[in-house]
């Protein structure tokens, strides 16, 4: 059973950056396409960005596009979303994904495994 860790959330400004890692005590990330989720209150929980196992392509919501990147770092077994010029409407708790091993679909509604989540707060 693979486990998921987020962290990196916080209070952060209009305009400002933070960056989310997901981490996976014990297993290895490599084998995992991993996509970030995130859920405003009051609103369905979204995918807003994938990368898939292997090949290493992304994908990104019309929302985010220009502003988060999401990468993969082996080394550290992890992968990050950084997100700048972040908005208020960027507010929301934001969850890390993994599909079944191998697979590298990035189909938001294929997800198999969740983390508990990271609540990011963008308020002046």
């Known amino acids: 059973q693979l486990q998921l860790v987020e962290s990196g959330g916080g209070l952060v400004q209009p305009g400002g950056s933070l960056r989310l890692s997901c981490t996976a005590p014990g297993t290895t990330l490599d084998y995992y396409t991993i996509a970030w989720f995130r859920q405003a209150p009051g609103q369905e929980r979204e995918g807003i960005s994938c990368?898939?196992?292997?090949?290493?392509?992304?994908e990104y919501a019309e929302a985010v596009k220009g502003r988060f990147t999401i990468a993969r770092d082996s080394a550290q077994n992890t992968v990050y979303l950084q997100m700048n010029n972040l908005k208020p409407e960027d507010t929301a708790v934001y969850y890390c994904?993994?599909?079944?091993?191998?697979?590298?679909?990035?189909?938001?509604?294929?997800?198999?495994?969740w983390g508990s989540g990271t609540l990011v707060t963008v308020s002046s």
């Open positions: 990368i898939r196992y292997g090949i290493g392509s992304t």
């Open positions: 994904s993994a599909e079944s091993p191998f697979f590298a679909t990035c189909n938001y509604h294929d997800m198999a495994y």
